[in-house]
């Protein structure tokens, strides 16, 4: 038994080679940057809110407020890094917006709207306005 050749297999460099592509370009597709952008509003709330419980189990005197502030301002600002990299004008984003819209989108995108308005970031509230009824409207079909 050749062991050389058994664990060839495992690595074909040609094959890894086609699977980093794979990855790279799944990662610069609209998909992927619109997923990345549900998830963490999705997920981001309720690991607030498990921060905010573990820290207020401490022993030590944390302001509770000051930590579940710097988390919103977190997750959020780090889900418009991904959703702000929309091109609503293309058509490929646009069905692949029609391909993850369902409702924890569109409740992603309104809780987002909700924390920029109270940002006072209206330019940010515009762009995801237009996205949320793009949205909506792939909803209703």
Known sequence: MDAD???SLFNNE???EKIENDLTNFKNSPYYKLGIFKKLIMNGTVFKKNVVKFFSKSDE???LKDIGLAGEFIMYNRA???ISQT????EDWIEDIGKISDE???VAIKLTIHYFE??????KCAFLKKLQDIVKKSLAE
Not at 87 to 90: A, L, N, V
Not at 118 to 123: D, L, R, T
Request: hydrophobic share 30%; no cysteine.
């Open 5 to 7: 050749k058994i664990f």
């Open 14 to 16: 040609d094959d890894k």
């Open 61 to 63: 005197e944390f302001d």
């Open 80 to 82: 418009w890094f991904w």
């Open 87 to 90: 091109d609503i004008s293309s």
């Open 104 to 106: 924890e989108f569109y």
């Open 118 to 123: 109270e940002q006072e970031e209206y330019e």
